[in-house]
């Protein structure tokens, strides 16, 4: 069954129509990347599922709650939790204290909800940083930290939006394997907004394209790479 | 989890330490573990405990103890101050209206003749109610006006937050000539000597009060300053509580980013609405500690905006969205304004001691001017770079 299942969600910004009665769904347990150029409507449909755009006609549902019915702040209580394009950690908290806050919408106490921020840093290889502060660590550290804080929520949907936008090569290759390894630990679904395609073709059960607000393709890696709509929408029609 | 032997990716990147020095192995836990910090912080609070609680009130002249009074007031004005703009980023100028509040509800209420009329009708508010008896009431009623002004305060921001809580302190000296009826029939609600004197029972403590004509009504001063010294201590124990909990976190979470902050399960409205009210409460029970010292709830239009000014003053002097910083702030803006209004050597030069006074305000403004020049994070900020710059370099020499 469809953990989310996007229903012609359709997002207008003044007379620009950002998402075009986009439907797919997510099975769960697999990762779904959201591909397509830029300005394609992948960070907007995000935007929708967390509920910080409000879509103008269509349905969410997650689990068989439709999102659109929740505030914001009520989504991540559902098992939703997201990574930003740009980093949006909280600077003047520590690497401990942000995955803590992380875990807002679950109950226990403070000292159990330390443990389990300093566990997962540990997941992360991030431990040595707990008690510093989030400003002025490299680029690459602050984004593994952003998905620690989204693993805190125990989500069952994580949603990674450009995870390996300015990451080297070797830590492209390692955030994949991550991915792999978090969605098999702890049971989750994956939803990628990514343009690294070699990691894209590689982590992702299921890919859906965009292309100016509409999807375009829909289907595993290898039917995608020889998608002729595809190819077009990348790298422009044949002259 | 058994990979934490190796080399993280992100962390391989990292460029080396200060000063181009190998690898500096810093310490694994917070600033709390540090020996050195330790015992510092100890010597600090024994020597501190005994000049506030025993020194300052049994060796000082009862002016000069009342502006130690002032100054813990002030500062605790400040620190509900850095609730609402410290930790959760709202800027306030207008806290000087909840510090009034503060201080007509229990002048109102110890006094007899004062009343509000309202719709027609007299509220006395209370007969000769005692103090600290004013005190919880002085808390609910500035949590539920300050939960009422966080609402609307949700729709703006910045700059026009600010511009719109400078129009709470405008307002406030108004509402209350319209429906104060103090001593003479203006707002001014002025208590006699015997609403003021300490409580029986303060007489129980022989040995800490000196009160050589045994008889305590003079020890008002006294009775004053330890009121404000345990409410100060109580109300910073909670900030300092607060600071680490969920909601301090939160707190902190909504001024850094309020879109994460929200996709992680937080109600900003809820977040703040709360920071708003628990700030106006902080700053109501200063303007009631005022009242003991002031001997009168008066609200003009000058000392309010004035106020609210000082408390922001104290707020980013001391150091925002610390616990002490802006106690300190506090007791600098108090004493440095005192001093000022002392100096003989300007009434020389102007003539007169009024027009002294008047150029307080200017060379206050210019101290405030390098002070966050130099100190840009305030003193609490600037003190934890220079303690870090001094321990860094004593345990880890470059070689």
């Not at chain 1, 996007?6 to 797919?24: Q, S």
């Not at chain 1, 098999?184 to 679904?189: A, C, G, H, P, R």
């Not at chain 2, 100028?93 to 006094?111: E, S």
């Amino acid at each position: 069954m469809a953990l989310l299942s996007v229903e012609d969600v359709r997002v207008e910004f003044g007379g620009i129509v950002a998402l075009a009665d986009l439907t797919f769904t997510i099975e769960a347990g697999t990762v779904c990347a959201l591909i397509g150029p830029n300005g394609a409507g992948k960070t907007t449909l995000f935007n929708c599922v967390s509920r910080l755009y409000e879509p103008t006609s269509g349905r969410i549902v997650f689990d068989g709650v439709d999102l659109l019915d929740r505030p914001a702040h009520a989504i991540a209580r559902l098992g939703i939790a997201r990574t930003f394009q740009n980093l949006a950690l909280f600077p003047a908290l520590t690497v401990v204290e942000n995955v803590m806050v992380g875990a807002h919408s679950r109950g226990g106490t403070s000292r159990a909800r330390r443990a389990e921020a300093l566990r997962i840093l540990e997941r992360l290889s991030l431990a040595h940083l707990a008690h510093r502060p989030a400003a002025g660590l490299p680029y690459g550290t602050l984004k593994r930290i952003e998905i620690a804080r989204a693993l805190a929520a125990s989500p069952r949907l994580l949603c990674l939006d450009e995870p390996a936008a300015g990451l080297t090569h070797s830590e492209v290759d390692e955030l994949a394997r991550l991915v792999r390894e978090l969605r098999d630990e702890l049971d989750l679904t994956v939803l990628l907004v990514e343009h690294h395609m070699a990691m894209v073709m590689s982590i992702s059960d299921k890919i859906v394209v965009l292309d100016f607000g509409s999807k375009i393709a829909e289907g595993p890696p290898a039917q995608i790479r020889s998608d002729p709509r595809v190819i077009e929408a990348y790298l422009g029609t044949p002259a | 989890m058994s990979r934490t032997g190796e080399t993280a990716p992100g962390v391989t990147a990292r460029p080396a330490g200060a000063g181009g020095a190998a690898r500096v192995p810093r310490p694994a836990g917070p600033a709390g573990r540090n020996p050195a910090w330790l015992v510092t912080s100890l010597v600090l609070s024994v020597l501190g405990a005994y000049f506030f609680v025993y020194y300052v009130p049994q060796n000082y002249a009862p002016s000069r103890v009342d502006l130690f009074t002032e100054a813990l007031f002030v500062g605790l004005a400040a620190t509900g101050l850095n609730i609402l703009t410290g930790f959760n980023g709202q800027v306030s100028i207008g806290h000087g209206a909840f510090f009034g509040l503060g201080a007509y509800v229990t002048a109102l209420m110890m006094d007899d003749r004062a009343y509000v009329e309202f719709a027609g009708r007299e509220w006395g508010l209370g007969d000769g109610v005692p103090f600290l008896a004013t005190l919880p009431v002085v808390a609910v009623v500035c949590l539920v006006v300050g939960a009422l002004i966080g609402f609307p305060a949700l729709r703006v921001k910045g700059l026009y937050l600010a511009l719109v809580t400078l129009g709470l302190a405008v307002l406030f000296p108004d509402l209350t000539k319209r429906f104060v009826r103090g001593t003479g029939g203006t707002n001014l609600v002025g208590l006699r000597g015997a609403d003021l004197a300490p409580p029986d029972w303060y007489d129980w403590f022989p040995d800490v009060i000196a009160d050589p004509l045994d008889d305590y009504v003079g020890a008002r001063d006294q009775w004053a300053y330890y009121v404000a010294l345990v409410l100060v201590g109580l109300l910073l124990l909670a900030v300092h509580l607060i600071a680490r909990s969920r909601f301090g976190r939160a707190l902190i979470a909504v001024r850094d980013h309020e879109a994460a902050a929200e996709t992680v399960g937080i109600d900003l409205a809820r977040v703040k609405v709360s920071a708003f009210a628990l700030s106006a409460a902080y700053a109501g029970l200063a303007g009631s500690l005022s009242v003991l010292v002031a001997r009168q709830a008066n609200a003009g239009r000058v000392e309010t905006f004035q106020l609210s000014i000082e408390f922001l003053v104290a707020l980013v002097v001391g150091g925002t969205a610390t616990v002490f910083g802006p106690m300190i702030g506090g007791f600098l803006v108090v004493f440095f304004r005192d001093w000022i209004d002392q100096q003989q050597r300007l009434e020389d030069l102007f003539d007169s001691s009024a027009r002294a006074k008047l150029l307080s305000p200017a060379i206050f403004g210019i101290g405030l001017i390098v002070m966050m020049f130099f100190l840009p994070d305030g003193i609490v900020g600037g003190s934890r770079r220079a303690w870090r710059r001094v321990t860094r370099r004593r345990s880890h020499p470059i070689t």
